[in-house]
């Protein structure tokens, strides 16, 4: 208790002198002066997860002014060439044409976007003449002018298709749960979903309104997930 006592004594004194003790004459700061040293502004990379021996997720992380994000891109690659679902940002379309031919020199031969959001068509220039561009049908016009020069698969209602040993099946979901142009693709002999913005895994979902998407739609198309799931699907969302 006396050491106690003590210490609280010794502390005050400190605290009364303090202020007289540690007086000094302080000059004016010039703000042409200051130099501000601003963090470096990370460089965004892709990080790979590996699916399959020939299907693997591309991950992103985009930061802006509002929020930060992952971006997943499903890339199937293997001799026939390269097959991505989504395509990224704009602004990474280079870096990721690079990162995929890292991954397979082959060419890049076909996109299928889930829906029509900008982050998840930016990089649908990278195909050329030869190349095929899949889409709901609904978002036609969006898609038609994200890439004028390839061959394009409007999708109506369902579209199968084999590339790379894998058969690839595109449901065209007619009800907007998330935007305008939803559309789930699937991986039958691997047992992988793509669902887009459908689903996030950080997050609650975004029903895109000003497109015409709603609540009640969004829960119809869970159901339609659901059909296509057991035990061992894996489902790549497109964030998270």
Same mark, same amino acid.
């Given at each position: 208790?006396?050491?106690?006592?003590?210490?609280? =004594?010794?502390?005050?004194?400190?605290? *009364?002198?303090?202020?007289?003790?540690?007086?000094?004459?302080?000059?004016?700061?010039?703000?042409? #002066?200051?130099? *501000?040293?601003?963090?470096?502004? $990370?460089?965004?990379?892709?990080?790979?997860?590996?699916?399959? %021996?020939?299907?693997?997720?591309?991950?992103?992380?985009?930061?802006?002014?509002? !929020?930060?994000?992952?971006?997943?891109?499903?890339?199937?690659?293997?001799?026939?060439?390269?097959? *991505?679902? +989504?395509?990224?940002?704009?602004?990474?379309?280079?870096?990721?044409?690079?990162?995929?031919?890292?991954?397979?020199?082959?060419?890049?031969?076909?996109?299928? %976007?889930?829906?029509?959001?900008?982050?998840?068509?930016?990089?649908?220039?990278?195909?050329?003449?030869?190349?095929?561009?899949?889409?709901?049908?609904?978002?036609?016009?969006? &898609? =038609?002018?994200?890439?004028?020069?390839?061959?394009?698969?409007?999708i109506i209602d369902n579209?199968?298709?084999?590339?790379?040993?894998?058969?690839?099946?595109?449901?065209?979901?007619?009800? +907007?749960?998330?935007?305008?142009?939803?559309?789930?693709?699937?991986?039958?002999n691997s047992n992988i979903?793509?669902?887009?913005?459908?689903?996030?895994?950080?997050? &609650? $979902?975004?029903?895109?309104?000003?497109?015409?998407?709603?609540? #009640?739609?969004?829960? !119809?198309?869970?159901?339609?997930?659901?059909?296509?799931?057991?035990?061992?699907?894996? *489902?790549?969302?497109?964030?998270?």
């Amino acid at each position: 208790m006396c050491l106690t006592k003590t210490f609280l =004594r010794l502390l005050l004194i400190f605290l *009364i002198i303090m202020p007289f003790g540690c007086k000094h004459k302080s000059n004016p700061v010039n703000s042409d #002066d200051v130099e *501000i040293i601003k963090p470096p502004i $990370p460089v965004p990379t892709f990080t790979i997860t590996e699916l399959t %021996n020939n299907m693997i997720v591309l991950s992103e992380r985009i930061s802006n002014s509002v !929020n930060s994000f992952q971006v997943n891109l499903l890339l199937l690659y293997g001799d026939q060439g390269n097959l *991505i679902i +989504d395509s990224g940002v704009p602004s990474r379309s280079e870096k990721l044409n690079n990162k995929i031919e890292s991954i397979n020199s082959k060419d890049l031969k076909c996109i299928i %976007n889930t829906h029509d959001h900008g982050e998840h068509i930016g990089g649908n220039s990278l195909l050329t003449n030869h190349d095929t561009l899949i889409f709901n049908s609904d978002g036609y016009y969006y &898609f =038609r002018n994200s890439n004028t020069n390839c061959e394009i698969i409007p999708i109506i209602d369902n579209y199968k298709f084999r590339f790379n040993n894998e058969d690839i099946i595109c449901y065209n979901l007619l009800e +907007d749960g998330h935007s305008d142009c939803d559309m789930l693709i699937y991986f039958p002999n691997s047992n992988i979903l793509c669902v887009g913005d459908l689903y996030f895994s950080e997050s &609650f $979902p975004y029903v895109d309104v000003d497109k015409g998407a709603k609540v #009640d739609f969004l829960i !119809n198309n869970y159901e339609i997930i659901q059909s296509f799931l057991n035990n061992d699907t894996m *489902i790549i969302p497109g964030h998270g």
